[in-house]
Structures are given as structure tokens and as C-alpha cells.
């Protein structure tokens, strides 16, 4: 039997927001009654517009946040019930740009050994020695260890993002727009690469993004969000071959065809 990575059930996440000057908050629901199970090894995308709730939605199953209701449980466990260092050690983030998600003021090698140092790890030819692993297996060359991000290309930096995400090997690794702020040219590459990882480190992804051509190449299932709630959910080519909720076609035609002659509006 296939092992549940992710059991998310009835997740709620409201939000308190200001109506204006002397007129109180109101509430406003984020998530709402989304339930989500991710298995080893897939890659789940999970799609919407700006403001769907797809990010909040991707804090809770990191930790970040706290549900105002339902429940999650990762690799058996209850997300609550699992200590901190032990969290951070079964899943984590690769944030969508590598420009502010990276300290400028510290070296590569100390922005990649970092989780580890925090995990308790004090022999630095320990961290020395992984992080080259790490570096090499993303595709950074080992003179870059002793650089600063603002030496790096945009491309370069998000590999540091992700060997900072996979240095303590992790189970679960999520990715909110990992592309997003990349170049189209460098946007293939980064993807190609998390391929080959999740494959060579039997890691399992959720992938959270706008954009669905990144989701057609990765994805092994899509889940659809709007206005907080998830209104579809099937295997990505069943999703783009046959959607039934009408808010997912109009996400699909919406895609722009690579074909120009299919962008010829008819008279």
C-alpha cells in the first residue's frame, strides 16, 4: 500500500480584515473545507487565481500556519503534534523568487548549511562536505560556496534554494511558484531539475502555481481552487483532456495556444 504523505481533511483558515476607519474587521475565509491526500512520491499542483488561497493553504501544510479548523497529519502524524525541528525536517519550502528568499549579506555555503546548523549540527566539515553533495547534485559548481547571491544568476539562485530545501533530507518538499520569477529560458531547466530529483531522492512535491504549463510538465494530479474552496480534483490529463467544473475550462482556455496560427481570431 502506497504510504499517505499528506492527509489534509475540512481545512479552514479565516482572516480578520479592516472595513475601513472606525468600521470594525470583518472576516474573511481563505480556505474553506478544502481536503487534500498527497501519496509518496506524486506531484500535486494545486491551481487558481491570485487570491484563491492556494499559498495560505500551502502555510498550513508547511506549519506557518495554523488551520481554524479540520485537520492535517503528515506521514501519519498530526502536523500539531509534531516538533518543530522534526517539521522542518520532514517538509519544506522553495519560495517563487530567489532574489528576496535568499540573504544577500550571506555567502552560498552558509545560506545551504544553515538548516543544519540549526539542527544541531556543529562539526563544520560535516556542513562542508554535505554541502558540496548538495551543491553538485543541483548543478553548482563548488567555487560558488564562498559567492553571495548578488553574484549569481536568477537561475543559479534558485538552485540554492532548493539545495538549502534538500540538505536535510526531507520527505515533503513544497513549491509556491518555483518559476514564477525566472526567465523562460531558465524555467525549464529548474523544472527538469526537480524532476530528476524527486525522482533520484524519492521526494514527494506540492506544487502550487498560476501557471499551467508548468503544471501540465510536472503535475501527477491537480487540485482547482476558487474563492478558497476546491472544486476540482483528477489526474493532470484527465484535468486538461476533460474538466468538468466550469471555472477549470475557463482557466484552460485561457491558455495561450504555442501555435500562432490558433491565435487568429475568425471573422
Not at 472576516?27 to 495560505?56: H, M, P, W, Y
Not at 528568499?101 to 545560506?111: A, E, F, Q, T, V
Not at 554535505?130 to 537561475?155: C, E, H, T, W
Request: glycine share 6%; proline share 4%.
Amino acid at each position: 500500500m502506497t504510504e499517505i504523505m499528506i492527509d489534509a481533511k475540512n481545512i479552514v483558515k479565516d482572516f480578520k480584515i479592516s472595513k475601513g476607519l472606525f468600521r470594525g474587521k470583518e472576516n474573511l475565509r481563505a480556505v474553506d473545507g478544502v481536503s487534500l491526500q498527497v501519496l509518496r512520491g506524486e506531484i500535486l499542483a494545486i491551481v487558481g487565481e491570485s487570491g484563491c488561497g492556494k499559498t495560505t493553504l500551502a502555510k498550513i501544510l508547511l506549519g506557518l500556519l495554523q488551520q481554524d479548523s479540520g485537520s492535517v497529519e503528515l506521514c501519519g502524524s498530526k502536523i500539531e503534534q509534531i516538533p518543530r525541528l522534526e517539521l522542518a525536517k520532514m517538509v519544506q519550502p522553495i519560495f517563487q523568487d530567489p532574489y528576496s528568499s535568499l540573504n544577500p549579506r550571506k555567502s552560498i555555503g552558509s545560506i545551504i548549511t544553515l538548516p543544519m546548523r540549526i539542527q544541531g549540527e556543529k562539526n563544520s566539515d560535516v556542513w562542508m562536505k554535505k554541502a558540496l553533495q548538495i551543491m553538485d547534485l543541483v548543478g553548482l559548481p563548488s567555487r560558488m560556496f564562498d559567492q553571495y547571491p548578488n553574484q549569481l544568476s536568477g537561475g543559479q539562485r534558485q538552485r540554492v534554494a532548493i539545495a538549502r530545501a534538500l540538505i536535510n533530507s526531507p520527505k515533503i518538499v513544497i513549491c509556491d511558484e518555483p518559476t514564477s520569477a525566472l526567465d523562460v529560458s531558465v524555467q525549464s531547466q529548474i523544472l527538469n531539475l526537480l524532476n530528476d530529483l524527486r525522482e533520484e531522492l524519492n521526494l514527494t512535491y506540492v506544487i502550487i502555481s498560476h501557471n499551467l504549463a508548468v503544471v501540465e510538465h510536472m503535475a501527477s494530479r491537480v487540485a482547482v481552487m476558487y474563492f478558497g474552496e476546491k472544486v476540482e480534483e483528477s489526474e493532470t490529463d484527465q484535468l486538461f483532456s476533460n474538466p468538468q467544473h466550469s471555472y477549470t475550462k475557463m482557466l484552460l482556455s485561457s491558455i495561450l495556444s504555442p501555435d500562432p496560427r490558433q491565435r487568429i481570431r475568425k471573422n
